[in-house]
T-cell receptor, first 116, second 112 residues
């Protein structure tokens, strides 16, 4: 069965510091991968998605970036955090287009980021 | 701007009652719809997906879809206190890739 991991689980960072959040998926190949952010009391905002290694699409212009160095690894980064970057960051995966099962997205446990 | 709208709640129901959660979407081309449950401080977990008009049942949960009215609902029968959570509705956008648009969620409170 498929499993998705995220770390760290919680993070407190000062404004202006860098950020690196990691997501890995087990039990599937060529997944589509997604980064979402959920602000307190708000819905999910799609930040980035990736259909393959090195292929990243950005949904919202901001000071965040994403990379996919390996098939089942997705990284969210920032060079300088802003207060507004605080939130619950969720990684999700879905089946690849090649597998024909792309619809359903499954979420990892999330990283709660507080920027002070 | 393609949107998914949900009543934020809280929706309060007594234990054993039917909870009815509703969602409307603006993208007429959407074909796939999802309900997720999110406990406080946790990540969303999938409850059901629905693709065709009508009802789809899974245990105590029934999803209903009406594409003509652009309306999706989730019924929870025999509600339990453990069902207390925020329920997120999502619609897959029409277009070339698997982008889901999420509603802000409806908070459900089941009281004993």
């Amino acid at each position: 069965s498929q499993t998705i991991h995220q770390w760290p689980a919680t993070l407190v960072q000062p404004v202006g510091s860098p950020l690196s959040l990691e997501c890995t998926v087990e039990g599937t190949s060529n997944p589509n991968l997604y980064w979402y952010r959920q602000a307190a009391g708000r819905g999910l905002q799609l930040l980035f998605y990736s259909v393959g290694i090195g292929q990243i699409s950005s949904e919202v212009p901001q000071n965040l970036s994403a990379s996919r160095p390996q098939d089942r690894q997705f990284i969210l980064s920032s060079k300088k955090l802003l207060l507004s970057d605080s939130g619950f960051y969720l990684c999700a995966w879905s089946g690849s287009f090649a597998s024909g099962s792309t619809d359903t997205q499954y979420f990892g446990p999330g990283t709660r980021l507080t920027v002070l | 701007q393609k949107e998914v709208e949900q009543n934020s709640g809280p929706l309060s129901v007594p234990e054993g009652a039917i909870a009815s959660l509703n969602c409307t979407y603006s993208d007429r081309g959407s074909q796939s719809f999802f309900w997720y449950r999110q406990y406080s401080g946790k990540s969303p977990e999938l409850i059901m997906s629905i693709y065709s008009n009508g009802d789809k049942e899974d245990g105590r949960f029934t999803a209903q879809l009406n594409k003509a009215s652009q309306y999706v609902s989730l019924l929870i029968r025999d509600s339990q206190p453990s069902d207390s959570a925020t329920y997120l509705c999502a619609a897959r956008m029409s277009g070339g890739y698997n982008k889901l648009i999420f509603g802000a969620g409806t908070r459900l409170a089941v009281h004993p």
